[in-house]
């Protein structure tokens, strides 16, 4: 499950292509950085990130579900610090769901 | 407005929304209404949701029903409270009661709405402000401010999705027939005619009008805007 939410992921990154605040293309590896530190991205792209994975989590999966939640976010720390964090907090969401 | 379009109108079970979710209903359009409570509304192209604007927790399996439809299009944002009263004569929970629904609930579900239309690439959110507005009447001191602050939402939403064919308008009503407009008083609706240039009570095909300019494909350079009916600026 985590293997296909991770590919999931890597395609909504795909998509958006995103680049980092240094200008360079996200690495497609769990420990990549996407939000905070000095290689993350920017926070406008990060939200067409969230949308991305949204989008995917609905069209793979037929659940709709809100990343960007008060409810969810406060039981994690740092959900969207690596692409990593961000599948393990999309894995949960989606248990939820 | 694009055939066959999907619009949500928050605040559908009576007044503006109402007459506009009959309208757009019967002219074909896949219509979701929002409101706290049932709509009597029955027409094949119409669809009821109760749901709560200022409560996130009614909104998101709303929005899931709207998802699992496809792409939304257009967001009306209807929903509103008006309790008229001088400043120091009205209650805080009636102030509260009017920025719940008028201005935190237009920021709730304009987010859901969002993550739609982000998906769809394409979105036209279009809000009621008022002429409390430019006219800042006396007597309507928060119901006022709680329409500036729409206008701001819009504008400034409008500055954050500006990379995507998505729009953020409002539209500001003089006197429309509605429970809105019984509340006041004889006084207070005269005193409000009398400072219009056009003082005559708005019609369905009037707003219809400014609607369906917000919505078009044609209007994707038209955001952050306010248009007033009335005469007033």
Redesign the interface.
């Known amino acids: 499950m985590r293997d296909d939410i991770l590919s999931l992921v890597y395609s909504a990154i795909e998509e958006v292509d995103p680049l980092t605040t240094e200008g360079k293309p996200i690495e497609r590896k769990p420990e990549a950085r996407l939000l905070g530190g000095d290689n993350g991205v920017d926070s406008l792209t990060f939200v067409n990130l969230v949308v991305a994975i949204e989008e995917h989590v609905h069209k793979t999966f037929g659940k709709s579900v809100v990343l960007v939640d008060e409810e969810n976010m406060v039981a994690e720390e740092h959900p969207f610090r690596t692409i990593g964090t961000m599948a393990d907090y999309v894995e949960k969401v989606m248990n939820k769901a | 407005m694009r055939p066959g379009s999907t619009i949500l109108i928050a605040g559908s079970r009576q007044g503006v929304g109402r007459a506009l979710a009959e309208h757009y209903a019967a002219s074909g359009h896949t219509v979701f209404g929002l409101s706290r409570g049932d709509s009597d509304l029955v027409h094949p192209h119409y669809q009821h949701i109760r749901a709560d604007v200022t409560d996130?927790k009614t909104l998101?399996p709303a929005?899931?029903r709207v998802?699992?439809t496809g792409p939304l299009h257009v967001l009306i944002y209807s929903a509103a409270v008006v309790r008229p009263g001088y400043a120091l004569l009205i209650g805080s929970s009636q102030a509260e009661e009017m920025l719940r629904t008028n201005l935190l609930g237009a920021f709730l579900v304009s987010r859901?709405a969002l993550?739609l239309m982000?998906?769809g690439g394409f979105g036209r959110l279009i809000y009621f402000s008022s002429i409390a507005v430019p006219l800042g009447s006396a007597g309507n001191v928060v119901y006022g401010a709680t329409k500036a602050g729409v206008e701001q939402l819009a504008y400034s939403l409008s500055r954050?999705f500006g990379?995507d064919d998505i729009t953020f308008n409002t539209i500001g009503i003089s006197t429309f027939a509605s429970p809105m407009l019984d509340v006041l008083t004889d006084k207070a609706v005269q005193e409000a005619r009398a400072a219009l240039v056009k003082p005559e009570v708005v019609q369905v095909d009037e707003l219809v009008g400014a609607i369906n300019f917000f919505a078009s494909h044609a209007a994707r350079q038209i955001t952050g805007q306010s248009l007033y009916f009335g005469g007033v600026r």
């Open positions: 996130e998101k929005f899931a998802a699992d859901h993550r982000k998906r954050e990379r």
